[in-house]
Nanobody, 115 residues
């Protein structure tokens, strides 16, 4: 059974850093594109960063030069390194694994940026 489990969220001051992890099981991990989404209160879910099965990365403009997505196919884990965090980054962050029309989602991890 496919499962994605996120961790690493928490409360951090503006300018701080967090690293989110997403451990996958039950899927052919290296054949999936991996995405991090976020959803703030009263807002639509937003695609933040992606890393393809081939390692190509993409970011939404608001996080470029601050966030880094990566993957470890041996550990079947995706990461999102978040630096210089801002209050507007506050949201629930979700890991997504996508291959053609198949999608798997994690349960989400809360990130709160506040002084």
């Amino acid at each position: 059974q496919a499962q994605l489990v996120e961790s690493g969220g928490g409360l951090v001051q503006p300018g701080g850093s967090l690293r989110l992890s997403c451990v996958a099981s039950g899927i052919g991990f290296n054949t999936y594109d991996l995405n991090w989404y976020r959803q703030a209160p009263d807002k639509q879910r937003e695609l933040v960063a992606s890393v393809s099965s081939g390692g190509r990365t993409n970011y939404v403009d608001s996080v470029k030069d601050r966030f880094t997505i990566s993957r470890d196919n041996v550990k079947t884990t995706a990461y999102l390194q978040m630096n210089n965090l801002k209050p507007e980054d506050t949201a629930v962050y979700y890991c997504n694994a996508q291959r053609f029309v198949t999608n798997y989602w994690g349960q989400g991890t809360q990130v709160t940026v506040s002084s």
